[in-house]
């Protein structure tokens, strides 16, 4: 009982839980808890194995402030290798079901009977800004500029069944994201928040990232972050359809077809396992 896994993709760490085998409620103080790195396991947040009627599988995605998130590209490559490797499932090919929509998910490489590399289908890029949502009239919300603080950005926002910021730039710089990230995120113009990534195109095929993320702050990598990026990219004419989104944690590959689907690749790894005492929980 209140058995956890904790797994990463490119450094984008998640606790596993299932919900059949915990025997406490997920309150936004124990989530806070459990993804801190002093007090508890250490996480960019949690995620929980629920039952489903419309997938294979049911996911819930927590932040480590306790809000709940619509998709996290990495989060599901990291569910996926947990009901691979602790036999959920036999098959290669299942569907998972979150609150920003039914996604696929592939298993492509595995060794020693583990998944290592996995790919899933993140669903089709929503470039509406109501759809993101942006309170904007305008249909699409791109090369607008956006004050914050005492500098103006010009953004590209997109949903791919959570909303996302992309700001083009010719240089990276973490202590720009750190500063201004969270003022975009939480700018009224984005009615439920914003993730945030600042980019710089490399060539046809490959894009830098640095990115804040909703509810977690400044993440090493984002699968559903870097889904935005490359549709954003592709859109402006900036990079082809098949690109490398190249973070601090590591690269993901993003495939985007003539109707904006999206397939992302990536490697992900297993870092502990273990139960989580019950002096945490019911401190």
């Known amino acids: 009982m209140n058995e956890f896994v904790k797994i990463h993709g490119l450094g984008n760490e998640y606790i596993v839980l299932n919900e059949d085998n915990i025997d406490f409620e997920l309150t936004t ?5 459990l993804c801190n790195v002093h007090f508890g396991i250490g996480s960019d947040g949690i995620l929980l194995k629920v039952t489903s009627s419309k997938a294979d599988f049911g996911l819930k995605i927590f932040n480590p402030d306790g809000s709940e998130a619509e998709k996290s590209g ?5 569910f996926s290798k947990y009901l691979y490797d602790y036999k959920f499932t036999v098959s290669k090919n299942f569907s998972i079901e979150t609150l920003g929509g039914i996604v696929q998910s592939y298993i492509i490489e595995e060794k020693n009977s583990k998944a290592k590399m996995i790919r899933v289908d993140m669903g089709t890029a929503i470039f509406n800004s109501r759809q993101i949502p942006v309170n904007s009239d305008l249909d699409i919300f791109f090369d607008q500029p956006l004050t914050v603080g005492d500098k103006q950005f010009l953004v590209n926002c997109v949903s791919v069944g959570n909303p996302h910021c992309v700001i083009i730039v010719d240089e990276l710089n973490i202590e720009e994201v750190k500063k201004y990230g969270p003022l975009i995120e939480n700018h009224p113009l984005f009615p439920n928040r914003i993730n945030v990534q600042f980019v710089k195109p490399v ?3 490959e894009v830098e990232a640095l990115i804040w993320e909703r509810g977690a702050g400044y993440t090493l990598a984002s699968g559903s972050s870097s889904s935005a990026i490359a549709c954003v990219v592709y859109k402006k004419g900036l990079t082809g359809n098949n690109i490398t ?3 601090q944690g590591g690269n993901l590959n993003l ?10 690749t990536g490697p992900i790894q297993e870092i502990a396992s273990g139960t989580i005492s019950s002096e ?3 401190e």
Do not use: A, P
């Not at 495939?255 to 992302?264: H, L, Q, T």
């Open 29 to 33: 103080s124990i989530i806070q808890k």
């Open 74 to 78: 990495n989060g599901l490559r990291i």
């Open 203 to 205: 060539s046809n095929t």
């Open 245 to 247: 989104v190249k973070m």
């Open 255 to 264: 495939e985007i077809d003539n109707e904006w689907n999206i397939k992302m």
């Open 280 to 282: 945490i929980i019911h």
